[in-house]
Nanobody, 125 residues
Framework: QVQVTESGGGLAQVGGSVRVSCAAS????????LGWFRQRPGKEREFVACISRSGGSTAYADSVKWRSTIARNNDNNTMWLEISNLRADDTAIYYCAADTGQYYGSEHSSAYAYWGHGTQIAVSS
């Protein structure tokens, strides 16, 4: 069974940057498409970014595009998301998702079979 674990996040300042990481075990990491989703207070879970198995293809939500980077290292089974120029509305619980049935990743949460428990990012001014 694939287990997904997030780390990082915490308290950050408006205009600053933060990195959250994702580790996945129990399966072949290089065969997993991976994604980040977030749930802001009082809102539904939403897509943030995704990355293909090889790391060669990425996609971002408009809300974080141009100020975020998603990347992965298949040699040590980790993936991370870095968001810069943070805004107050980046405050959310960030979830990592994994799936072995797709190559590119997806903006749809239903496309992922495995989820972490989430890590909090709180942005303050």
């Amino acid at each position: 069974q694939v287990q997904v674990t997030e780390s990082g996040g915490g308290l950050a300042q408006v205009g600053g940057s933060v990195r959250v990481s994702c580790a996945a075990s129990g399966g072949s990491f290089s065969r997993m498409a991976l994604g980040w989703f977030r749930q802001r207070p009082g809102k539904e879970r939403e897509f943030v970014a995704c990355i293909s198995r090889s790391g060669g293809s990425t996609a971002y939500a408009d809300s974080v595009k141009w100020r975020s980077t998603i990347a992965r290292n298949n040699d040590n089974n980790t993936m991370w998301l870095e968001i810069s120029n943070l805004r107050a509305d980046d405050t959310a619980i960030y979830y990592c998702a994994a799936d072995t049935g797709q190559y590119y990743g997806s903006e749809h949460s239903s496309a992922y079979a495995y989820w972490g428990h989430g890590t909090q990012i709180a942005v303050s001014s």
